[in-house]
Structure formats: C-alpha cells, structure tokens
Nanobody, 122 residues
C-alpha cells in the first residue's frame, strides 16, 4: 500500500510564497517522475510541473520562473516552491507520482494525493 500526501497549502497574499510537499509513504521502493497539477473552481485540471527520477524539470508557461520543483529521494518527498504568487494561482494542488512498490508483486503504478488548497488573496 502506497500513500501520497500533499501539505503546505494555505492562504497567502499576492506576491507571497508557499512551499508544497508531496510525501510518499508505505511500501515504496522507488519513485519515478512526479507531476504537480492544479484545479481551480469551475476550471479543468491544469498541469503545473514535472520532475523526473533523475531530477530533470519542466514547467507550465504560466508558472515558469516563479515555481521550482525539487525532490529529496531520501525522504520520498517532492517539493513545489512557489514565489510571486498571483490570485490566478488559487487552486487545489495535487501531485501524481510513479511509484514502484517494495512488496510483491512489486507493481509500478501511478498514485495521486488528496490535494492541498492554495488561496492567493488580499
């Protein structure tokens, strides 16, 4: 059993910063690529950023230069550092990770967290 848990969301003023975490726990042998997504009320889910197993990163144009994705493999955790936040960044942020399980049958599967709310407002 593998669980992904996001944390770090909250209410922040425009121009402020937040750091989100996506932590994997349970029967985790290794974690491959991890993506962050966000979904604002009434809008479709939007891809935000990705980090590969080797640390390569890519970002949506809307966040490039303001958001930084990173990973700590020892902690099975991926971070999303967000600066210069704007009201349009308000959304539920969720992570998706490719996880290889450490117990038989050693599946490799995608897992989703439950999401964390980010609200940017004055």
């Amino acid at each position: 059993q593998v669980q992904l848990v996001e944390s770090g969301g909250g209410l922040v003023q425009p121009g402020g910063s937040l750091r989100l975490s996506c932590a994997a726990s349970g029967s985790v042998l290794s974690i491959g690529a991890v993506n962050w997504y966000r979904q604002a009320p009434g809008k479709e889910r939007e891809w935000v950023a990705v980090i590969s197993a080797g640390g390569s990163t890519n970002y949506a144009d809307s966040v490039r230069g303001r958001f930084t994705i990173s990973r700590d493999n020892a902690k099975n955790t991926v971070y999303l550092q967000m600066i210069s936040l704007k009201p349009e960044d308000t959304a539920v942020y969720s992570c998706n990770a490719i996880v290889k399980e450490s117990r038989p049958p050693y599946r490799t599967a995608h897992y989703w967290g439950q999401g964390t709310q980010v609200t940017v407002s004055s």
